[in-house]
């Protein structure tokens, strides 16, 4: 994911507020001096609302009850209302690769609490980061050991069959069905809260949620500057390229981080709609620019999950983007730029 959180904290800048939400790092950033506090409250209250609504981790969210009610319409929050809209919008431009109901093929994967959570487990050693093979990859488990169970949730029924009322705040899913809406939530909250601070302030801001990039409002006069890596959590010698958007957003997908072992085989948090398994295709990581962090986030997870039609679907929708390959190899697609310099969104 972009290394943005490690860049801001190194500086230590007055105009720089870093905590957790939403299972990962969170990072605002004024373009100049102004009330900072005053900012990262419009952002908490945002991001706060957004987990009330879409947290899958929460047993009083809106997105738990649904997942719940067993096949009945159940009225929900606005917010969720939305979030489904983005999750549903998602689905239809991918041609249902970045799909809303992978819920349950997650929760057989094991991942089944908040990321902080997890990794906890992991550490407790319930469960082992995993190394970069994929299930069905030639990786042995162990002398004499047989191979690793193949896990599989299969859907009885897509996004497409699911009923949303806006006027009514009704939502229905088809029985068995559990929505995931990481795809898309998490940028989606970044956009909601940038434009929020900014309305506040007046000022300039960025608002990073691990390594879902959002900004509103006029930038720094460089641009706002940004590492590229494949874990935003790493340091800023990391592999990877400093860029600098002025406007919209940027998101990275990745399948190097948010790892772990489950019923002897490796995992990771992006699904194949198509297996309701961990994807495994061409690339490990994908960054995109767009005129939103969510755009740009649905872009990257697509990208993901078409492997090696990602770079003709990136240019027919006119997206810059970043694709590097498991060997380390780098592609470049549309306007994205070969050394440290500006990208447009």
Not at 95 to 102: K, M, S, T
Request: with cysteine; glycine share 8%; charged share 20%.
């Amino acid at each position: 994911m972009s290394n943005w959180s490690d860049s801001v904290r190194a500086m230590a800048s007055p105009r720089t507020a870093t905590w957790q939400a939403l299972g990962t790092s969170a990072v605002l950033r004024l373009a100049q001096h102004g009330d900072l506090q005053q900012a990262k409250r419009c952002v908490e209250r945002e991001l706060a609302a957004i987990d009330r609504a879409c947290s899958r981790f929460r047993a009083d969210s809106d997105l738990s009850r649904l997942n719940a009610a067993g096949g009945e319409a159940l009225e929900v929050d606005s917010v969720l209302i939305e979030a489904l809209q983005v999750a549903l919008r998602a689905a239809r431009i991918t041609e249902g690769a970045v799909d809303p109901c992978i819920g349950a093929a997650l929760e057989l994967a094991g991942y089944d609490r908040d990321w902080s959570l997890m990794e906890q487990r992991m550490e407790g050693g319930d469960a082992a980061p995993a190394g970069n093979a994929m299930p069905g990859d030639d990786a042995t488990p162990g002398a004499g050991a047989p191979p690793p169970a193949l896990l599989r949730a299969r859907r009885r029924a897509s996004w497409q069959a699911i009923e949303l009322d806006r006027a009514r705040r009704l939502v229905r899913l088809p029985p068995g069905i559990k929505l995931d809406l990481g795809a898309t939530a998490k940028a989606w909250a970044a956009d909601r809260a940038a434009r929020a601070a900014f309305r506040r302030t007046g000022i300039g801001t960025l608002v990073a949620l691990g390594g879902d990039i959002a900004t509103a409002g006029p930038p720094p006069p460089d641009g706002w500057q940004i590492r590229v890596t494949d874990n935003h959590r790493a340091g800023i010698a990391a592999p990877g390229q400093t860029i600098a958007i002025h406007d919209g957003g940027l998101a990275t997908s990745s399948v190097t981080v948010r790892r772990w072992i489950r019923a002897g085989a490796p995992m990771h948090h992006i699904i194949d709609p198509a297996t309701a398994r961990p994807a495994r295709g061409a690339w490990r990581t994908v960054s995109v620019a767009a005129a939103s962090c969510t755009d740009a986030n649905i872009a990257s997870t697509a990208s993901i999950l078409l492997s090696d039609r990602a770079p003709a679907w990136l240019s027919a929708q006119g997206l810059p983007a970043r694709l590097v390959a498991h060997d380390g190899g780098v592609r470049h697609v549309g306007d994205w730029p070969a050394q440290q310099t500006q990208v447009a969104a």
